[in-house]
């Protein structure tokens, strides 16, 4: 089974920029898809960015434009490059790693999610 440490979050003003980082390691061969979510306080988790392996991208709308998700392949990390920050990006982004796997005489596509990093956008 995969894990996933995320790395990177901290306070930032807005208008800045910050990366996000996210390593995944055991079974890493079995995963297919890595990317961001975000939860900010009394709201639910919302997508930000996903990257395949072969490369699709899919940007949640609120983040496109100022947001770029990269992956490494060779060894299963993903990046998140935020720019022209806003105050409303300020949330617990959690790095998801989707992987495919044969588990008990099925193929199985589970989810493992990092513990999450705290971005704050303030002045």
């Known amino acids: 089974q995969v894990q996933v440490l995320e790395s990177g979050g901290g306070l930032v003003q807005p208008g800045g920029s910050l990366i996000l980082s996210c390593a995944a390691s055991?079974?890493?061969?079995?995963?297919?898809?890595m990317g961001w979510f975000r939860q900010a306080p009394g709201k639910q988790r919302e997508l930000v960015a996903t990257?395949?392996?072969?490369?699709?991208?899919n940007y949640g709308d609120s983040v496109k434009g100022r947001f770029t998700i990269s992956r490494d392949n060779a060894n299963n990390t993903v990046y998140l490059q935020m720019n022209r920050l806003k105050p409303d990006d300020t949330a617990v982004y959690y790095c998801?790693?989707?992987?495919?796997?044969?588990?008990?005489?099925?193929?199985?596509?589970?989810?493992?999610w990092g513990q999450g990093t705290l971005v704050i956008v303030s002045s």
């Open positions: 055991g079974n890493a061969l079995s995963i297919n898809i």
């Open positions: 998801k790693a989707g992987a495919t796997i044969y588990k008990e005489h099925r193929w199985q596509y589970p989810e493992v």
């Open positions: 990257r395949d392996s072969r490369g699709t991208t």
